[in-house]
């Protein structure tokens, strides 16, 4: 039994969910006739994270919006930067994503990650419970009710990856803060308070210590390869262009 037939365009930023699109990112879609057009949407692939503005002939529609026969839908992409509601800006990464996990945690970006695959339910619910943005490349745990808020990842490399979620979420930058291995917040501490982390060379060469309150690893000003320095200028730089 076939149900209302409609049409859906989707913005060229969500093209990359839906490769049957045609070259104009439309899709025809079946509907049964009770569907809400946000469950047709991510039956056609695309997460409703990623979803900004849908407009029914020229009107916007909630994704509660149940399609009828002939609809043309226009589907727009998140409008940038996107504010999350409630808690302030914090995320969840899961396991696939822990070089940008300590590269926003460079930046001092709360960032909470798993690294051990402790699989989507448990994902969702810490999402929920920490109030937590929860990215990842993963569309079917995107799709998960419970999340505080999501986003996808699209791309694979990390600079881009870092470049995407800054320029989505503007996050405030405040780097060297936060403890890159455990997310835990850095304080001042003496030579002799992080001694037994030092190497010989760097006990003599650096005054300038951290040590994270959480986890007690030791840091110090100078000792950053010059890659990160490189990613925090980068990451500033933009920021300041954003503003
Ligand atoms: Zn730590």
Redesign the pocket.
């Known amino acids: 039994m076939n149900g209302p037939e409609i049409r859906v365009e989707f913005a060229p930023e969500l093209h990359v969910f839906v490769p049957r699109a045609r070259r104009d990112g439309a899709v025809r879609a079946t509907t049964d006739g009770v569907s809400s057009l946000g469950h047709v949407i991510e039956s056609l692939g695309v997460p409703l994270t990623e979803v900004g503005a849908l407009v029914v002939d020229g009107r916007e529609v909630p994704v509660s919006h149940v399609p009828a026969s002939g609809e043309a839908v226009t589907v727009r992409t998140v409008v940038r930067p996107q504010r999350v509601p409630g808690a302030p800006l914090r995320f969840l990464l899961d396991v696939h994503l822990g070089t940008l996990a300590r590269r926003l945690r460079l930046l001092g970006v709360d960032t909470a990650y798993e690294s051990t695959d402790i699989g989507d339910p448990a994902l969702a619910a810490r999402s929920a419970a920490e109030q937590r943005v929860m990215l990842s490349r993963d569309r079917g745990l995107l799709r998960r009710r419970e999340l505080w808020a999501g986003a996808f990842v699209y791309s694979t490399r990390p600079e881009e990856q870092l470049r995407d979620v800054l320029d989505r979420f503007r996050p405030d930058l405040l780097p060297w803060t936060r403890?890159t291995?455990?997310n835990?917040v850095l304080r001042k501490a003496t030579k002799d308070e992080v001694a037994d982390q030092l190497k010989h060379g760097t006990h003599a060469t650096y005054d300038v210590f951290a040590q994270?309150t959480?986890?007690g690893?030791a840091y110090w000003k100078g000792a950053h390869h010059e890659q990160l320095e490189a990613i925090v200028e980068r990451a500033l730089a933009d920021s300041r262009g954003h503003r």
Do not use: F, K, L, V
């Open positions: 403890c291995a455990c835990g994270c959480a986890c690893r």
